[in-house]
Structure formats: C-alpha cells, structure tokens
T-cell receptor, first 117, second 112 residues
Framework: GAVVSQHPSWVICKSGTSVKIECRSL??????MFWYRQFPKQSLMLMAT?????????EQGVEKDKFLINHASLTLSTLTVTSAHPEDSSFYIC?????????????FGPGTRLLVL | QKEVEQDPGPLSVPEGAIVSLNCTYS??????FMWYRQYSRKGPELLMY????GNKEDGRFTAQVDKSSKYISLFIRDSQPSDSATYLC????????????FGAGTRLAVHP
C-alpha cells in the first residue's frame, strides 16, 4: 500500500511553454500533498504544500504564479510550471500523506525530470 | 547555517562492512526523524521512522536519535552492493506527515 505515481516521468519542452505534472495516490486518500524540487547532487527542497480543496502554500522564494498547484481531489494534485525557462530544469518529486496521525509519514512518487530547452 | 547538516560523501565501503551515516540539526523542535533511500533518478523510499530519542532496528538497519546532541545516525550491517544509493535524513517538528526538512544526502557505494 501507499503507492504514489507521477506522470510524466520525464518531459522536454521549449522555453516559454507550460508544463503540467500529475501526482496521484493510487491506493489511499491523500489529505496533503507536497511538491519538491531536486537539483543534481542536491537534496530535496520543498516548494509547496497543498491540501485538497484549498489553496496551496508556497515556500518562501517559490513564485506561486509560476508554479501553479491544484489539488482537486484526495488522490490527485497537479503542478504546472508556467512559462518554463532553462533554469527550471530539475527533478520534481511529489509526496502524499494520508492523515495527521503522529506516526504517519509521506510517501514519495518516482519523480518527473523536466528539461527546458 | 543549514537546519540539517549531512556529509554528502561519497562513502565507499566493501561488501559486508558496517556503514554509519549521520546528520546533525539545529532546531530543537524536531521530534520526528526519518531516513530515506534514493536510487539514482528515483523518488525517495522510507527506510526508518523514529520519534524522539532512542534506537529503532529493522533488519540490517538501525536508527539512533540523540536529541541532547541533536544528532541522528543510521547504521547498515552486512552492507550489500544493492545498498548503493543516496541516503537522506529528514526531520519534522509536527510529524512525518507534515513539512520535512531534508539533509543534503550521503552517497554510498558498496563494492563487491
């Protein structure tokens, strides 16, 4: 149990275009989903936290109008990188958590590799 | 100063060795501590999850938390080539379901 998928697994796009990445919890309902970015040989940096049916909370320094997040259901969250530029090229990883129980944790998706030309 | 410090390595050990991975942190509010394993170009996989201080063992893996020293460790016994990966420590003040702060990750290579 606790499987999280992401689609696509990799994407190449031209500078200035928008890219949408989907994150799905396959066998559980995710009350909260998180979006991370990971540059080569660096750690995961949290970009935003989203709860189903409410606005996402973006971390300091992450432009909310550039990185649009929609958490329309308990099993799906989407990240849209608008007007992508080469510096947005990175590995984007989502995670999902089931509930607020103290022993619960986040389950991570396999990641989406974005290359902006 | 980063909230979580972790030596990025790389760490290279022979098969069968005991591996010790460590993280230090500065935020005394952290109570939940996790270790994730990440293979190249994959998402992190949860290995160990501990709350507060103490030890936790699961098979070849042992996690230790020393809150007084703000220091956590992951030990891998009888290391295998399949253990070659990046190991990330992560911490949270409110629970693993909430905002996690990650270390930089330590790259481990276990050679036959």
């Amino acid at each position: 149990g606790a499987v999280v998928s992401q689609h696509p697994s990799w994407v190449i796009c031209k500078s200035g275009t928008s890219v949408k990445i989907e994150c799905r919890s396959l066998d559980f309902q995710a009350t909260t989903m998180f979006w991370y970015r990971q540059f080569p040989k660096q750690s995961l940096m949290l970009m935003a936290t989203s709860n189903e049916g409410s606005k996402a909370t973006h971390e300091q320094g992450v432009e909310k109008d550039k990185f649009l997040i929609n958490h329309a259901s308990l099993t799906l969250s989407t990240l849209t990188v608008t007007s992508a530029h080469p510096e947005d090229s990175s590995f984007y990883i989502c995670s999902a958590s089931r509930d607020s129980g103290s022993q619960e944790t986040q389950y991570f998706g396999p990641g989406t590799r974005l290359l902006v030309l | 100063q980063k909230e979580v410090e972790q030596d990025p390595g790389p760490l290279s050990v022979p098969e069968g060795a005991i591996v010790s991975l460590n993280c230090t942190y500065s935020n005394s509010a952290f109570q939940y501590f996790m270790w994730y394993r990440q293979y190249s170009r994959k998402g992190p996989e949860l290995l160990m999850y501990t709350y507060s201080s103490g030890n936790k063992e699961d098979g070849r893996f042992t996690a230790q938390v020393d809150k007084s020293s703000k220091y956590i460790s992951l030990f891998i016994r009888d290391s295998q080539p399949s253990d070659s990966a990046t190991y990330l420590c992560a911490m949270s003040a409110l629970g693993g379901y909430n905002k996690l702060i990650f270390g930089a990750g330590t790259r481990l290579a276990v050679h036959p």
